[in-house]
């Protein structure tokens, strides 16, 4: 069963750029379908940045453009590289798969403040 961490977050001013890592250990990593989920404050989690074993990925919207998801399968590591921040950003960052959405675990995430 795969176990995922993030790191990486941080305070940053509009414009800046952060890379969010999520260490995974148990599995490869490029076994696994992967994602990047984002709970801003009050608001239900959503994925913003999807990764899947062939490597095709996916981008909600907003981000487009702005953030990449790769993976390092030699560090058994994934990353979200996130440029142009903007205070709408400002959430808790959390990497998962499908089965663990499916089961309710999630990690302690990544806090990322992106301030105006």
């Known amino acids: 069963q795969v176990q995922l961490v993030e790191s990486g977050g941080g305070l940053v001013q509009a414009g800046g750029s952060l890379r969010l890592s999520c260490a995974a250990s148990?599995?490869?990593?490029?076994?696994?379908?992967l994602a990047w989920y984002r709970q801003a404050p009050g608001q239900t989690r959503e994925v913003i940045a999807a990764?899947?074993?062939?490597?095709?990925?996916n981008y909600l919207d907003s981000v487009k453009g702005r953030f990449i998801i790769w993976r390092d399968n030699a560090k058994n590591t994934m990353y979200l590289e996130m440029k142009n921040l903007k205070p709408e950003d400002t959430g808790r960052y959390y990497c998962?798969?499908?089965?663990?959405?499916?089961?309710?675990?999630w990690g302690q995430g990544t806090q990322v403040t992106v301030s105006s």
């Open positions: 998962e798969t499908p089965m663990m959405v499916h089961d309710g675990r």
């Open positions: 148990g599995s490869n990593i490029s076994d696994n379908d």
């Open positions: 990764i899947a074993t062939d490597g095709r990925t």
